[in-house]
């Protein structure tokens, strides 16, 4: 084993860990956004509870993506340097953005609505919570961005082995790009939307356990109010369920023009093939449907593996330019099925509750066994997208084998990879902990309003009598 097979174990660990984070933190700050703009709305107390308590969600998730997404920096300069030194002039300015301008927004308004309840007016108070959202998507954009131009390569050129930016207007408006934030963003409230679907989902069933006749939830409301946020869960995860599909369905059409390999990896096909038929499962064939997906024409020829690699082998030199089929042919097949069946819960659900009924017992049950599918489809389209442009770091430009640190050893990088996997292993169980007790705990009784002021007492007088309600 070399040194670059455990750099890119490393990487690779890491990575999936920090994006377990990013797309909860994406969608759920959304909902949460939404919850408190039905508050300011509406003044209705369940609105306010279901803020705060989803908001703390919120919080726990954002920063353990914070804590997780700092180690990946150093890595491009420990582990893959002569990567960094590459495409550095390129990732310049969008991680510039992203840094200077998205997580600064995101991290300030955060801050500013964190501590300005009660201290700021409702109105900018709901203003700060929405610019910090907006903040984290133009995060994730500027960052996509940059992972596109690996994947297509545009506005640039090679000077003296390096890339050179010359358009960043091409870098940003890559058509990859243009394809991929959607489906990624879509894709990350797929996943808050199953995890709020299942919280819900426990909280309805906690409630008839306590009461199995349901007269005191009835009485009190409370079933009602989970439902709330259940039945938005739904529509919000339906909604991005379509956008994923139609942004998927794009993105296949640009892997067939700028990464054959890909899409050949995907699916399995070693031939170049007329009318290529898709597997939704192995053994079993849809005639002419790969091409169809890929190109609109069911007869049109989509390339193979082996052909390709004849071909990139004349073009780039003796290599294997193949990825690991198998891995990439899986983690469609996962992707695909976990995603829609996410969704295809998320419209039932819909069905169910139409016309205010109530949450079934065993739908609320199915919401909780499947919290883990989004999050599972979100890492296998990872992996997919990753692993199917191996053995290219920047396609066509940079292979990983020529990425690597070349001073670093086998040995600095399996101590590393041990530490990092021992650390992310704790602050996987204290993160498990704080949400698991959070959403035991259920929302806080809201504070009574302090009392009017007596006659001839100033408001001054009146809030130095009070101080609990201040802090």
Same mark, same amino acid.
């Given at each position: 084993m070399e040194a670059l097979d455990l750099a890119r174990w490393q990487f690779g660990v890491t990575t999936v860990y920090h994006f377990l984070f990013v797309p909860l933190t994406i969608g759920l700050g959304v909902f949460v956004a939404g919850l408190q703009t039905a508050w300011h709305r509406t003044g209705k107390e369940q609105y306010l509870r279901l803020t705060k308590f989803f908001g703390k969600l919120f919080l726990i998730n954002f920063a353990m993506g914070v804590v997780t997404g700092i180690v990946q920096e150093f890595q491009f300069g420990m582990n893959w340097s002569e990567y960094s030194v590459f495409v550095g002039d390129v990732f310049g300015a969008p991680l510039a953005l992203e840094a200077l301008l998205a997580f600064f927004l995101e991290s300030t308004f955060l801050g500013l609505w964190i501590f300005g309840w009660d201290r700021l007016p409702k109105r900018v108070h709901l203003a700060t919570i929405w610019a910090a959202v907006i903040g984290s998507n133009l995060s994730a954009y500027f960052i996509l961005a940059a992972n596109a131009w690996m994947k297509h390569p545009v506005g640039y050129e090679v000077v003296d082995g390096k890339a050179r930016m010359t358009d960043l207007w091409a870098v940003l408006t890559n058509s990859t790009a243009l394809a991929q934030v959607p489906h990624v963003v879509a894709g990350a409230f797929i996943v808050a939307g199953g995890f709020v679907l299942a919280v819900c989902g426990y909280n309805i069933l906690?409630?008839?356990?306590?009461?199995?006749?349901?007269?005191?939830?009835?009485?009190?409301?409370? +079933?009602? @109010?989970?439902?709330?946020?259940?039945?938005?869960?739904? +529509?919000?995860?339906?909604?991005?369920?379509?956008?994923?599909?139609?942004?998927?369905?794009?993105?296949?059409?640009?892997?067939?023009?700028?990464? %054959?390999?890909?899409?050949?990896?995907?699916?399995?096909?070693?031939?170049?093939?007329?009318? !290529?038929?898709?597997?939704?499962?192995?053994?079993?064939? +849809?005639? @002419?449907?790969?091409? /169809?997906?890929?190109?609109?024409? *069911?007869?049109?020829?989509?390339?193979?593996?082996?052909?390709?690699?004849?071909?990139?082998?004349?073009?780039? #030199?003796? #290599?294997?330019?193949?990825?690991?089929? %198998?891995?990439?042919?899986?983690?469609?097949?996962?992707?695909?099925? /976990?995603?829609?069946?996410? +969704?295809?819960?998320?419209?039932?659900?819909?069905?169910?509750?139409?016309?205010?009924?109530?949450?079934?017992?065993? /739908?609320?049950?199915?919401?909780?066994?499947?919290?883990?599918?989004?999050?599972?489809?979100?890492?296998? #389209?990872?992996?997919? &997208?990753?692993?199917?442009?191996? *053995?290219?770091?920047?396609?066509?430009?940079?292979?990983? !084998?020529?990425?690597?640190?070349?001073?670093? &050893?086998?040995?600095?990088?399996?101590?590393?990879?041990?530490? /990092?996997?021992?650390?992310?292993?704790?602050?996987?169980?204290?993160?498990?902990?704080?949400?698991?007790?959070?959403?035991?705990? #259920? %929302?806080?009784?809201?504070?009574?309003?302090?009392?009017?002021? %007596?006659?001839?007492?100033?408001?001054?007088?009146?809030?130095?009598?009070?101080?609990?309600?201040?802090?």
């Open positions: 906690k409630e008839r356990r306590s009461d199995p006749d349901r007269t005191v939830p009835l009485r009190r409301g409370a +079933v009602s @109010m989970w439902r709330t946020p259940m039945r938005a869960a739904l +529509v919000m995860t339906a909604i991005a369920g379509a956008v994923s599909a139609g942004t998927g369905d794009l993105s296949g059409k640009l892997l067939y023009e700028q990464q %054959p390999m890909k899409l050949a990896a995907a699916e399995g096909l070693e031939r170049d093939t007329a009318g !290529a038929a898709f597997s939704p499962v192995p053994g079993i064939e +849809v005639p @002419m449907l790969l091409s /169809f997906l890929a190109t609109n024409d *069911p007869d049109a020829v989509v390339r193979g593996t082996e052909d390709l690699q004849a071909e990139f082998a004349a073009k780039f #030199g003796p #290599g294997d330019y193949r990825p690991n089929v %198998p891995v990439v042919y899986a983690s469609f097949r996962v992707m695909i099925t /976990f995603g829609l069946s996410t +969704v295809a819960l998320s419209v039932l659900g819909l069905w169910l509750t139409r016309r205010r009924r109530p949450v079934p017992g065993w /739908f609320a049950r199915a919401c909780l066994l499947a919290l883990p599918l989004p999050a599972a489809a979100m890492i296998a #389209g990872w992996l997919l &997208s990753e692993i199917g442009r191996q *053995p290219w770091t920047v396609q066509g430009e940079l292979l990983t !084998a020529a990425s690597v640190s070349p001073g670093v &050893s086998l040995t600095e990088v399996a101590v590393s990879l041990a530490v /990092f996997t021992l650390l992310y292993g704790l602050l996987a169980v204290a993160e498990a902990v704080l949400l698991v007790r959070h959403v035991k705990a #259920g %929302p806080e009784p809201v504070p009574p309003a302090p009392p009017a002021s %007596p006659p001839g007492q100033d408001e001054t007088t009146a809030v130095m009598l009070q101080p609990t309600l201040m802090y």
